[in-house]
């Protein structure tokens, strides 16, 4: 009753009142679903350090409030209620007391605060004190609003079939073969040529080769896929920085600078294919959208999508978009809405978030959030390795073969040094000598003392040194690293 005199609206409130020892578990299962969570007993339940750090992390990752009744270490923004007024009093002590009103006092958490006699909504309104740029951070919830309140504008570069194009690429399997990389004797990804022979994902491999008898049959392999992929993130980092890489196939990066740079998005996108296709010959599609759900689901169909035009694109497709992540699987989710007659993401984002928090669950409330497209976050931009190669130039250039050598011991030194102190270690090594006819690879182990040692000497051949003459003194030598791991 007192909830419902105050303003609130029953039928969105939900209510744990004796939730005990649970109440980091139910806390957390609030914040999947509900944007303002408001938690009393923290210390009577004898919430610790690392559960309060949780839930802090979740509710920045939901885009959700914490507010928290009582004392919470770590809170963004502190609000106290110190010397009430009561309204109603005369000047002389007659008439009859009608309603409090509270004195607030705000503050960065953990910092002084400073009392102020003014209502709680012009105390927000001022930010509290505390600097603008925190003060849509609350008590470990962060608001991810900007002036329209839709989420930011996001392009992401795809390339179709990514396992069966890094696994055909590395079994030399030729381009107009039909391929296909099955996991668990079921096909994971396919290539174009064997989807026109009707083969399709989750077929069994007997029933795949039956449909196309020259389907050849690849194996999963993750960290080859990642390592010929980084190519293709290197070709767009050199036109657009701030890239994260989903998954190997598929990377997004905030569409504002390259949009802005080359002058729309049509532009850019224009720009990045053909800087892909011209550096590594990988096809790739390019979607704009907002949000990075929308933004992949619009890669894979080759379009941009009008600003604040995702719900509208994303409404009649169907909710089977929502199982294609590798990392998550929601079969039973989508299995459930359909026979629910729940058959597009317009139809179940259009139920309310509290019915769908009760009935399925927390990550059914993440995907009823990517179906309204309502975004979880924007992209993560990921930092470019450091370039680790040494180099030294020769001056005079060197006539003789130790001499070069000796050259080199210092280089390997330098470069074993900058591996150690970033707790690195190297298994491949190459040699390169401006002038010489030919590069020479060899694996390594590098001792503590920064001496190298190898299976073969990384030392200029005899063949270098019979065709010195044509090619010159040696006047610059490198040595890059070519593979490190840690």
Not at 20 to 36: H, M, P, T
């Amino acid at each position: 009753m007192a909830a419902a005199e105050a303003g609130v609206r029953l039928e969105r409130l939900a209510l744990v009142p004796h939730p005990k020892r649970e109440l980091v578990a139910v806390a957390a299962a609030l914040l999947d679903g509900i944007d303002l969570v408001t938690v009393a007993g923290a210390e009577r339940a004898g919430m610790r350090a690392a559960d309060r750090q949780r839930l802090m992390a979740r509710a920045r990752q939901r885009g959700a409030v914490l507010l928290v009744l009582g004392s919470w270490p770590g809170a963004d923004l502190e609000l106290s209620c110190s010397c009430p007024r009561w309204q109603g009093l005369g000047g002389e002590g007659t008439g009859r007391l009608c309603a409090p009103g509270p004195g607030t006092a705000a503050g960065p958490g953990g910092g002084a605060c400073r009392a102020q006699h003014r209502d709680a909504a012009a105390r927000a309104r001022r930010g509290g004190g505390a600097r603008r740029g925190r003060a849509d951070r609350i008590a470990g919830g962060r608001v991810n609003a900007g002036a329209s309140g839709s989420p930011a504008r996001v392009l992401a570069l795809w390339s179709p079939d990514w396992p069966v194009t890094a696994a055909a690429q590395a079994e030399r399997v030729p381009a107009h073969r039909p391929a296909a990389v099955v996991v668990a004797n079921r096909v994971l990804a396919y290539s174009a040529t064997a989807r026109a022979q009707g083969v399709r994902r989750g077929l069994r491999r007997r029933e795949a080769q039956a449909r196309c008898p020259e389907l050849a049959v690849l194996t999963p392999d993750a960290g080859r896929d990642a390592r010929l992929f980084e190519p293709v993130v290197a070709a767009v980092e050199e036109l657009a920085t701030g890239v994260e890489v989903i998954r190997p196939g598929l990377v997004a990066l905030l569409a504002r600078g390259p949009v802005g740079y080359f002058g729309g998005e049509q532009r850019a996108a224009e720009r990045l294919v053909d800087q892909v296709a011209a550096r590594t010959a990988v096809e790739c599609q390019v979607g704009v959208a907002d949000g990075l759900f929308a933004a992949v689901l619009a890669a894979r169909r080759g379009v941009s999508v009008e600003p604040g035009g995702t719900p509208a694109f994303l409404a009649p497709l169907g909710v089977e978009e929502l199982d294609r992540e590798p990392e998550v699987d929601r079969s039973e989710l989508v299995g459930l809405l359909r026979r629910l007659g729940l058959r597009s993401l317009g139809a179940f984002g259009s139920l309310p978030a509290s019915d769908v928090a009760s009935r399925f669950g927390a990550d059914a409330v993440l995907a009823h959030r990517l179906a309204r497209g309502l975004d979880p976050r924007p992209p993560v931009r990921r930092r470019p390795p450091e370039e680790l190669a040494v180099e030294v130039e020769l001056d005079p250039p060197v006539e003789r073969v130790d001499a070069a050598a000796f050259a080199a011991r210092g280089l390997a030194e330098q470069l074993h040094r900058a591996l150690a102190g970033r707790g690195l270690s190297c298994t491949r090594l190459g040699v390169v000598a401006a002038g010489a006819p030919r590069r020479r690879d060899g694996a390594v182990a590098v001792r503590s003392d920064g001496g190298v040692v190898g299976d073969r000497d990384l030392r200029l051949n005899a063949r270098y040194r019979t065709t010195r003459r044509s090619s010159g003194a040696v006047p610059q030598r490198r040595l890059p690293e070519c593979i490190h791991r840690p």
